[in-house]
Nanobody
Framework: QVQLVESGGGLVQPGGSLRLSCAAS????????MGWYRQAPGKQRELVAL???????KYEDSVQGRFTISRDNAKTSVYLQLNSLKPEDTALYYC????????????WGQGTQVTVSS
């Protein structure tokens, strides 16, 4: 059974930092591209950051330079460091695992809430 379990969300003031974690089980983790997505109320889910199984990364323009994605294959986990947080970063953040050679959306976690507010 595949499980992706996110943690690390919370309430933080503007300019603050959080570190999200996603622990994966039930998959051959090193074969998967791992992504962090977010969905704010009334908006579509969007890709925030991606790290490929080869270690390449890409970021959504608005988070470039503020967020950092990383992975630890030995711990079958992916992380998202969120710095210089802004109110517009408020959203439910989801972890995704996808095999790039497969024509599907992969697996999703249940999400962790990030709220940026003073």
């Amino acid at each position: 059974q595949v499980q992706l379990v996110e943690s690390g969300g919370g309430l933080v003031q503007p300019g603050g930092s959080l570190r999200l974690s996603c622990a994966a089980s039930g998959i051959s983790f090193s074969l998967y591209d791992m992504g962090w997505y977010r969905q704010a109320p009334g908006k579509q889910r969007e890709l925030v950051a991606l790290i490929t199984r080869g270690g390449s990364t890409k970021y959504e323009d608005s988070v470039q330079g503020r967020f950092t994605i990383s992975r630890d294959n030995a711990k079958t986990s992916v992380y998202l460091q969120l710095n210089s947080l802004k109110p517009e970063d408020t959203a439910l953040y989801y972890c995704n695992a996808r095999r790039p050679e497969r024509n599907n959306n992969g697996y999703w976690g249940q999400g962790t809430q990030v709220t940026v507010s003073s």
